[in-house]
């Protein structure tokens, strides 16, 4: 049973801003609340990547490819966590995921597509 869903991607030119929301509409908060969640992404032909990822603690982690351009934030109220994307670029172009860390199987949703054209 799929326990996390994305929203918020679309088409954005190089340079522009999106930001993503993965929510958890299946978990109580306080099932929610103590978890990692990160966002990993998939490319075609690649395979798929942590991006970022927020404890408990909102400690955050971020890929070398996109420090100091995302933001992962989160909201445990609302068992809401975002992703800001600022300063896009062709390679950030994939379907972006978000999932427990490290990640479950069950917990895959659909994914969210975000292409950004140069």
């Known amino acids: 049973q799929v326990q996390l869903a994305e929203s918020g991607g679309g088409l954005v030119q190089a340079g522009g801003s999106l930001r993503l929301t993965c929510t958890a509409p299946r978990m109580i908060t306080s099932t929610f609340n103590p978890k990692t969640i990160a966002w990993y992404r998939q490319s075609p032909g690649s395979q798929r990547e942590l991006v970022a990822r927020i404890a408990p603690d909102r400690t955050t982690y971020y890929a070398d490819s996109v420090r100091g351009r995302f933001t992962i934030s989160r909201d445990n109220s609302r068992k809401k966590v975002f992703l800001q994307m600022s300063s896009l670029k062709s390679e950030d172009t994939a379907i972006y995921y978000c999932?427990?860390?490290?990640?479950?199987?069950?917990?895959w949703g659909q994914g969210t597509q975000v292409t950004v054209s140069s």
């Open positions: 999932n427990e860390f490290p990640s479950r199987d069950s917990s």
